[in-house]
Structure formats: C-alpha cells, structure tokens
C-alpha cells in the first residue's frame, strides 16, 4: 500500500525509523518489544533480588566466623600464645572463600596472622566495626577480642568475592536463556495473534486509501468484531458519512463562492509570496481580456506598464511587510486605458498562521468618482447659491439643531459654521425669542409661518427683521429652513418715501405761498415809495399839503429824522426788497425747467446760488449762513460752460446746505466755521470744489455718500436724495464726474468735473 504524504516532517533516529514500519510490523514489534522487556525486567529484578540475598548471607556468614575467632583468641591474647593462635587462623584455610586473617593485640601489633598464598597481605590496622569494608576487591570485617570489659586486641578476617561473582555468572546466564526461549515462543505467537488485530486495520487503511484516491466518501468499511477495532470502523464510517454531507456543504458554498466572486463587478486574485498570479476571477479576465492560462504565474511586469506595475507589487509587499488588512487608492489599467479603483489587500495564512500568498479585491470607482465629482460640483453650486443669498438661511433638523449656517448667518451674528453647526439654534439666536418658537410649529403643521417686522438690537442699532420658517418633510428629511431678512433699509425707504411725500407737497405749498405772498409784498413795497415820496422836499405838492395845515415840510421833516420815521421807512423798503428778492428766487428755482443747456457763468451762478443760500436758516440746526466764513477762490481764466443753469444751482445749494449742517451739528469744534469754494480750469474740465471744515466722515459712510436714500440724520430731518439727485444731474445730465474726499476731523470736499465741450 502506499504511503500517504503528511506534509509532517518524521523524527529522527529509531523511533523515525520504527514509524516507517506496516502496521503489522509495528503491533510485532511492539509485541517483541513488550515480551523482551518484561522478561528482562523480571529475570533482572530477580538476579538483583539475589544477588542481595547472596550477599547478605555472606556477610552474615563472616561476621558469624569473626565473632567465633573472637571469642576463641581470648585465651591466646591473654597469655601471649602466638601459637596457639595461629592455629586457629589456619583453621580457615579449608573455607575457599576466607583468604586470609590476622589478629592484632591491643598495642595494634600483629600477634598473628594467615594469608593465602595468592592472596595479597593486609594493608594496615582496621577499626572494629558491625559491617565489613571492602578493600582491594575483598571483604574485610575486624572485631574487637576483649575479656571482662578489657580489649585484648582485634581479628580481622578477609573474604574474597569470587564466590559472589560466580553466582552472577550463573544467573545472567540462567536469565539469558530464559530470555532467548521465551522471544523465539513470543515471536510465534504474535506472527499467529497479530493477524487477528491487524487484518480489521489494514482493511480499514485500505478504504481509507480508496477515499483518499477517489475523494468516494460513500464507501464504508465492513464490521469484523466488536472490540476497538469494530467500534473503530464504525466510527470511521460515521465521520465518512459526517465528511461525505460536509463536502456536500462545502461543494455547494463552494459554487455559491464561485458564482458570488465570478458574477460580482469588483476584481479578484490571488498571488503568491513571489507576487504571481495564482487566481483571477472572471470579472478581471474578461476586463484584461485574457485567460487564465496567459495570466497564472505571471508578475505584474509581464502584464502592465511599468509604472503600475511598480505600484502594485509595492502595495503587495506593504501588505505583507505589515502583515494586516489594507486599503489604497490606485489605477488599474483595461480596455487600453487606467481606470480609478479601491483596492483591499490582506494576506492569506495557513493553520499554523504562516502566510502563504495575497488577496485583492479591487473594485472600478471611475464612474462613482465621476458621479462624486458632479455631485461635490452640484453641493458647491448650492452652496454658493446660499450663500451668495443676501438673507439669513439656516437648516435646522427636528430637535432644533443647527444643520446649515449660510455666509450671511456667520456675517450678521459673528459665529462661524464650524461652531453654529450641531448647536441649538435658540442658543445662537437669542434675540429672536419666542419667533424660534415657530419652527417646532411650521414642522409640525407642515405649513410655512411667516413674521413680519421683528425689531433687534444689532451693534447697539435698532434693526428690523422678517422671518420666514419653511418646513421640510420629504425624502425622510425632517426640519426646517428659517430665513431671516434684514429689512431696516426697506423700513428707512418706506419712511422716506412718505417724508418725501410730505416735502413735495411742503415744496408745492411753499411756491403757490411764494405766488400769494408776492402780491401784498409788491403792495407793501410800494406803500413804503409812496411814504417816502410824501415827506420828500423836492415835490411841492408836500410843501402845499403842509402850508395848508399850518406847518412846513422842513419841521415835517425834523420831526421824520428826530423820531426815526424815515429810517423806518427805509428798513421797510429794504426788508421788502430782501423778501421780494428771496421770493423771486425761490419761484425761480421752484419754476419747472426745459433742461436747455445754456452757455453760463460759473463763477456768477455760484455767486447768485451763495446769495440765495445765505437768506437760508434752520432754527432748529442753529446754522446761519451769515455766521460762516465762505471764501471765493476762482481762477481768472475761467470760460463759460454749457449746462443747465437752474440743475446746477440746485447742486451747489444742495453741497452749501449740507456743510453748514455739517459745520453747525460739530459741537466738539471750537473753531469758526468755513466754506471754501475753489473754481478752476482741470484740462478740459472745470473744477468745482466745496470743501468744509466740519466734522468729516467714516469710510464706510463715504463710500455710501451717494446712495438713494442714504442718509445719517434722523427720519423727518433729511431724504437721503439731496446728494444722489446731484450725482445723477452732474454725470448723467451733464456728462461730469463727482467725488467726495473726507477723512474723520478734517472736514469734506466735493468735487465736481464739468466738462467744457
């Protein structure tokens, strides 16, 4: 029969040697073994067993002889008979064993002594003693002589040991014998019994070699006898049925295995230590579109460019060196092109936890990145979307936790995402109060909830707000996005736009006064011409009208100056003058124009716009043009310009105005106020500058200085479109530019570009 490969090495010397043998060769063996060594065992325990006996009975024996020549030389030693003693020494001389025997006196001389004549002589004076010594491969025993409690000396006898090494002789041989009869009867009847226990064995290692060959676990061994043997193969039929339903299992997981790693998407195969490949799944060969015949055996180098190739035994050997599961990014390369892929490398091990090759599972992710890219690309587009919103958007889920915090939530409230986000928006919001309420609610109801005109306090301002809570119930999201407005602008324009309103019918009011306050002006005027022409010298009707009431015009006359009456009436005319004056030019800039462009006088317009601005004040400002100091700074060379007389006034009215009230509300200033006006000629421009030296103003106020409806003074004290009307008449109307430089405590300066052509 042959022998089966274990793959485990055999040990060495005989016992390697002895596994090497048939079955039947080990049970006789065995058998031999056994027999030989009892019997050894019971023929040395008995030889031993002997040979103390013997020699307990030779020393019994000697130390007999020594006590009776002990006793027997007292008489000798006690009368100095050297003789006599002797004669007994001799008397041993028929006992083979005895070589020889010597009495010492008490002085420890020799008084006599007997030795054998191949026997050699004593060595010296031995101590009495209750066992003998052995010497010289002898046995010595010496006893004491003594005679009522006095020592007369001491016998020493010697005994040879030949008697004791004939009986060993005797006995090895005798065990020897036994020992040759009893093997050569094993022997027999083992060839004879073994058969009996071997047979059912073999029969049973022949099926087992017929399983082995033929991978049949139907086959059954046959039952011979009910001892270990039988219980043996019947037990070993059981594990074949056992191992005949598993390999069934392990067929069947085996094909699910085969068909799961064949029909799945992501590539499989093995390699061994020297990084060839030992197994590619179907997937992998159809994408290389090879068989496995060309790939088995194969390294990367022989299949891919040497740059991936490079990467994929370095991952290999990473995974290896580290003896771990890992994952890495990396290219494959099929349908002559790289595609992305994940790769999952571990190594296989053995039962004795050896490795003994790799796996990869590498799956194709080009699409999935693709579709990832898009994706990222769509949530950075939304994501710009909100947060290019110029309104406050926040997502909140259920429980009111913060789950998107756009750009203009982190503007406005000053905390960045990365710390509102998973945070209770309440918390984050505490000036909003009970309206946060409102998302629970809109949530529930699935409803949006508005709120109009929330007032807070931002940066120590009073701002207005709209929120709008929508919710969200869909795709299993639940939550909510809250939109916050800030619609304080909108509240200044609306209040503007109804403080406009009430200008522009203030306005309208004012010119159809001016109309009706012209009238009895031109009366009042004239009443005061006519007194004066009445107390006149020169007419003589005055002279006449005097005469005839008994006075003269010269003491009419007197009197008028002595009481004041003409200075009176000169006020009244001049005061007449003004007010008519104030009134035509307010009719004048009130009266609707053509925008026809003129050729005019700058220097001159200004010159009529400063005089119509210094009959100008506000009370309540405390600002009086008669109170400032404005200075004229125009160049010589100054030529006419084309433009529209009555818009270009109204620009400079409106730049004077605003300084004064600029001049007047700078209550830290001590200094007198001034207007400077500069004229000159800038190319082909004319430059108009109007520069104070009033307060100034903030970057972020200069920079919205000519907004629509932008104004830092109170509602019901200025529009905000004084300075945006006079951006649009210069540059729209006029082709010119307009700019304002002004720094916090160094006053302001307009500029105005108008061009000559």
Same mark, same amino acid.
């Given at each position: 029969?042959?022998?089966?490969?274990?793959?485990?090495?055999?040990?060495?010397?005989?016992?390697?040697?002895?596994?090497?043998?048939?079955?039947?060769?080990?049970?006789?063996?065995?058998?031999?073994?056994?027999?030989?060594?009892?019997?050894?065992?019971?023929?040395? !325990?008995?030889?031993?067993?002997?040979?103390?006996?013997?020699?307990?009975?030779?020393?019994?024996?000697? !130390?007999?002889?020594?006590?009776?020549?002990?006793?027997?030389?007292?008489?000798?030693?006690?009368?100095?008979?050297?003789?006599?003693?002797?004669?007994?020494?001799?008397?041993?001389?028929?006992?083979?064993?005895?070589?020889?025997?010597?009495?010492?006196?008490?002085?420890?001389?020799?008084?006599?002594?007997?030795?054998?004549?191949?026997?050699?002589?004593?060595?010296?004076?031995?101590?009495?003693?209750?066992?003998?010594?052995?010497?010289?491969?002898?046995?010595?025993?010496?006893?004491?002589?003594?005679?009522?409690?006095?020592?007369?000396?001491?016998?020493?006898?010697?005994?040879?040991?030949?008697?004791?090494?004939?009986?060993?002789?005797?006995?090895?041989?005798?065990?020897?014998?036994?020992?040759?009869?009893?093997?050569?009867?094993?022997?027999?009847?083992?060839?004879?019994?073994?058969?009996?226990?071997?047979?059912?064995?073999?029969?049973?290692?022949?099926?087992?070699?017929?399983?082995?060959?033929?991978?049949?676990?139907?086959?059954?061994?046959?039952?011979?006898?009910?001892?270990?043997?039988?219980?043996?193969?019947?037990?070993?039929?059981?594990?074949?049925?056992?191992?005949?339903?598993?390999?069934?299992?392990?067929?069947?997981?085996?094909?699910?295995?085969?068909?799961?790693?064949?029909?799945?998407?992501?590539?499989?195969?093995?390699?061994?230590?020297?990084?060839?490949?030992?197994?590619?799944?179907?997937?992998?060969?159809?994408?290389?579109?090879?068989?496995?015949?060309?790939?088995?055996?194969?390294?990367?180098?022989?299949?891919?460019?040497?740059?991936?190739?490079?990467?994929?035994?370095?991952?290999?050997?990473?995974?290896?060196?580290?003896?771990?599961?890992?994952?890495?990014?990396?290219?494959?390369?099929?349908?002559?092109?790289?595609?992305?892929?994940?790769?999952?490398?571990?190594?296989?091990?053995?039962?004795?936890?050896?490795?003994?090759?790799?796996?990869?599972?590498?799956?194709?992710?080009?699409?999935?990145?693709?579709?990832?890219?898009?994706?990222?690309?769509?949530?950075?587009?939304?994501?710009?979307?909100?947060?290019?919103?110029?309104?406050?958007?926040?997502?909140?889920?259920?429980?009111?936790?913060?789950?998107?915090?756009?750009?203009?939530?982190?503007?406005?409230?000053?905390?960045?995402?990365?710390?509102?986000?998973?945070?209770?928006?309440?918390?984050?919001?505490?000036?909003?109060?009970?309206?946060?309420?409102?998302?629970?609610?809109?949530?529930?109801?699935?409803?949006?909830?508005?709120?109009?005109?929330?007032?807070?306090?931002?940066?120590?301002?009073?701002?207005?707000?709209?929120?709008?809570?929508?919710?969200?119930?869909?795709?299993?999201?639940?939550?909510?996005?809250?939109?916050?407005?800030?619609?304080?602008?909108?509240?200044?324009?609306?209040?503007?736009?109804?403080?406009?309103?009430?200008?522009?019918?203030?306005?309208?009011?004012?010119?159809?006064?001016?109309?009706?306050?012209?009238?009895?002006?031109?009366?009042?005027?004239?009443?005061?011409?006519?007194?004066?022409?009445?107390?006149?010298?020169?007419?003589?009707?005055?002279?006449?009208?005097?005469?005839?009431?008994?006075?003269?015009?010269?003491?009419?006359?007197?009197?008028?100056?002595?009481?004041?009456?003409?200075?009176?009436?000169?006020?009244?005319?001049?005061?007449? !003058?003004?007010?008519?004056?104030?009134?035509?030019?307010?009719?004048?800039?009130?009266?609707?124009?053509?925008?026809?462009?003129?050729?005019?006088?700058?220097?001159?317009?200004?010159?009529?716009?400063?005089?119509?601005?210094?009959?100008?004040?506000?009370?309540?400002?405390?600002?009086?043009?008669?109170?400032?100091?404005?200075?004229?700074?125009?160049?010589?060379?100054?030529?006419?310009?084309?433009?529209?007389?009555?818009?270009?006034?109204?620009?400079?009215?409106?730049?004077?105005?605003?300084?004064?009230?600029?001049?007047?509300?700078?209550?830290?200033?001590?200094?007198?106020?001034?207007?400077?006006?500069?004229?000159?000629?800038?190319?082909?421009?004319?430059?108009?500058?109007?520069?104070?030296?009033?307060?100034?103003?903030?970057?972020?106020?200069?920079?919205?200085?000519?907004?629509?409806?932008?104004?830092?003074?109170?509602?019901?004290?200025?529009?905000?479109?004084?300075?945006?009307?006079?951006?649009?008449?210069?540059?729209?109307?006029?082709?010119?530019?307009?700019?304002?430089?002004?720094?916090?405590?160094?006053?302001? !300066?307009?500029?105005?570009?108008?061009?000559?052509?």
């Amino acid at each position: 029969m042959k022998k089966q490969e274990t793959g485990l090495p055999l040990p060495s010397g005989w016992l390697g040697f002895f596994k090497q043998f048939s079955i039947k060769g080990k049970l006789l063996s065995v058998t031999m073994t056994v027999s030989i060594f009892a019997m050894l065992l019971a023929s040395a !325990t008995f030889t031993t067993y002997q040979w103390f006996s013997f020699r307990s009975w030779v020393t019994k024996n000697l !130390t007999a002889q020594a006590d009776i020549l002990a006793y027997n030389v007292r008489s000798a030693l006690a009368f100095q008979a050297p003789a006599d003693a002797l004669d007994m020494l001799q008397s041993f001389e028929p006992i083979d064993s005895i070589n020889g025997a010597i009495i010492y006196d008490s002085e420890g001389d020799s008084f006599a002594s007997w030795i054998r004549d191949d026997a050699p002589p004593f060595g010296g004076v031995i101590s009495p003693q209750d066992r003998p010594v052995r010497q010289n491969g002898n046995i010595l025993l010496a006893r004491p002589v003594s005679l009522n409690d006095t020592s007369l000396g001491i016998v020493v006898l010697r005994s040879s040991q030949s008697e004791l090494y004939s009986f060993i002789r005797d006995s090895i041989f005798a065990v020897i014998s036994l020992v040759l009869l009893t093997t050569v009867v094993a022997f027999f009847l083992s060839v004879w019994l073994q058969k009996i226990i071997s047979r059912p064995i073999l029969d049973l290692a022949d099926i087992m070699a017929a399983v082995s060959r033929t991978k049949d676990y139907s086959i059954r061994g046959t039952i011979q006898s009910n001892d270990e043997s039988g219980q043996l193969t019947g037990y070993f039929n059981d594990m074949l049925a056992q191992v005949e339903l598993r390999d069934h299992h392990i067929r069947e997981r085996e094909q699910l295995l085969n068909a799961i790693i064949n029909n799945t998407s992501s590539f499989i195969y093995l390699k061994d230590l020297e990084q060839r490949y030992t197994m590619l799944n179907e997937p992998y060969l159809r994408a290389l579109n090879k068989t496995e015949a060309e790939i088995l055996g194969r390294r990367d180098y022989e299949l891919f460019p040497s740059s991936l190739a490079e990467v994929f035994e370095n991952n290999d050997l990473r995974v290896l060196e580290e003896n771990r599961l890992l994952e890495f990014d990396e290219q494959t390369y099929y349908n002559n092109a790289a595609h992305d892929c994940i790769s999952i490398r571990f190594p296989l091990k053995d039962n004795t936890d050896t490795t003994y090759a790799t796996c990869c599972i590498s799956t194709d992710i080009t699409e999935r990145k693709k579709t990832e890219q898009e994706l990222q690309e769509l949530r950075n587009y939304l994501s710009n979307v909100i947060d290019s919103m110029p309104s406050i958007l926040i997502g909140v889920n259920i429980s009111g936790e913060v789950t998107r915090w756009n750009r203009q939530a982190e503007k406005l409230s000053g905390i960045p995402s990365s710390l509102a986000m998973g945070k209770i928006l309440e918390k984050l919001l505490p000036q909003f109060g009970d309206e946060l309420q409102n998302i629970g609610r809109a949530i529930e109801e699935n409803r949006v909830i508005s709120s109009t005109k929330l007032r807070t306090i931002r940066d120590g301002k009073l701002t207005y707000n709209d929120m709008t809570v929508y919710p969200l119930i869909a795709n299993g999201i639940s939550g909510a996005v809250v939109r916050i407005d800030d619609i304080s602008e909108r509240m200044r324009l609306e209040e503007m736009m109804v403080q406009t309103e009430k200008m522009m019918s203030v306005g309208g009011l004012a010119a159809g006064m001016a109309h009706e306050i012209n009238n009895p002006l031109g009366i009042m005027i004239q009443a005061a011409q006519n007194i004066a022409r009445r107390i006149s010298m020169e007419l003589e009707p005055n002279h006449k009208a005097a005469t005839e009431l008994n006075t003269d015009m010269v003491t009419i006359r007197a009197y008028m100056e002595k009481r004041m009456v003409i200075n009176f009436i000169e006020d009244i005319r001049n005061a007449g !003058t003004r007010a008519a004056t104030i009134v035509a030019s307010m009719l004048k800039f009130s009266r609707r124009s053509e925008s026809v462009q003129t050729l005019c006088d700058v220097c001159l317009l200004i010159d009529n716009t400063i005089e119509l601005a210094a009959k100008d004040y506000n009370l309540k400002k405390q600002y009086d043009f008669r109170r400032l100091e404005i200075i004229r700074r125009y160049d010589d060379d100054i030529p006419q310009v084309q433009l529209i007389e009555t818009e270009i006034e109204q620009v400079i009215l409106n730049l004077l105005k605003n300084a004064a009230q600029a001049i007047a509300g700078d209550k830290e200033s001590d200094q007198k106020g001034q207007i400077i006006i500069r004229v000159r000629r800038e190319e082909q421009y004319i430059r108009i500058e109007v520069e104070d030296n009033g307060p100034g103003m903030e970057e972020d106020i200069r920079t919205r200085i000519f907004e629509p409806f932008f104004t830092t003074k109170k509602v019901g004290s200025g529009t905000g479109l004084g300075l945006s009307v006079s951006y649009m008449i210069v540059t729209n109307n006029h082709n010119g530019t307009m700019s304002v430089e002004s720094q916090p405590g160094r006053g302001t !300066t307009f500029i105005i570009r108008l061009p000559l052509d």
